[in-house]
């Protein structure tokens, strides 16, 4: 049997931040009638980006995170701004903002559910190629980053080694692999 939407029976916002609002649902399940509660997250959209300079190195940032209460060692990324129709030009801002690099070229790699059991929002990778230092970083007041470059050959060993625990980052790199395995057949 193919699972159902389940049927909305009311929707209650409990809180509302600036980057995210939570709400309680209660839904009643096709199969068994059942009414049960959720709790969801509505936030913007998010982009990620894969930046790889003309000399093979791929940019990446490392960040104090309060979740993990640990420094991370991420691709740049972030919400699409409001006012933003476009992933991709958020995908050149955020590139710029957090690295202070430019890319001659984004592409779409794919799209993601963050967290679909919980999060309405979807997150959108690209890669970026021809990346170059344009200038310094433009941090929010939230953001302390430190920006490094490595060498797309060790990106496997770094992954490997557990360097990069971030689902997105690694969601990310994986459909940039997809993307390219794709072009090439």
């Known amino acids: 049997m193919t699972p159902q939407p389940w049927q909305q029976l009311s929707d209650e916002t409990l809180v509302h931040y600036k980057v995210f609002r939570v709400r309680r649902s209660q839904r009643r399940s096709p199969r068994t009638g059942a009414e049960i509660g959720f709790f969801l997250m509505d936030t913007p959209d998010w982009v990620n980006v894969l930046p790889i300079t003309t000399d093979g190195q791929v940019v990446m940032v490392r960040q104090y995170r309060h979740g993990s209460e640990r420094v991370s060692l991420e691709l740049p990324g972030g919400l699409i701004d409001p006012h933003e129709t ?12 957090e690295t202070g690099y430019e890319a001659e070229r984004i592409e ?5 559910n963050p967290n679909p059991a919980m999060m309405s929002n979807r997150c959108f990778a690209f890669v970026a190629t021809g990346c170059r230092p344009v200038g310094g970083l433009q941090m929010d007041a939230g953001e302390d980053i ?40």
């Open 86 to 97: 476009d992933p991709a030009a958020a995908a050149a801002r955020e590139l710029r903002e």
């Open 108 to 112: 779409p790699v794919g799209v993601m």
């Open 146 to 185: 430190e920006v490094v470059t490595v060498p797309l050959a060790d990106l496997d060993r770094i992954l490997a080694d557990g360097e990069i625990e971030h689902a997105i980052v690694l969601a990310t790199v994986a459909l940039w692999r997809a993307s390219a395995a794709r072009t090439k057949s």
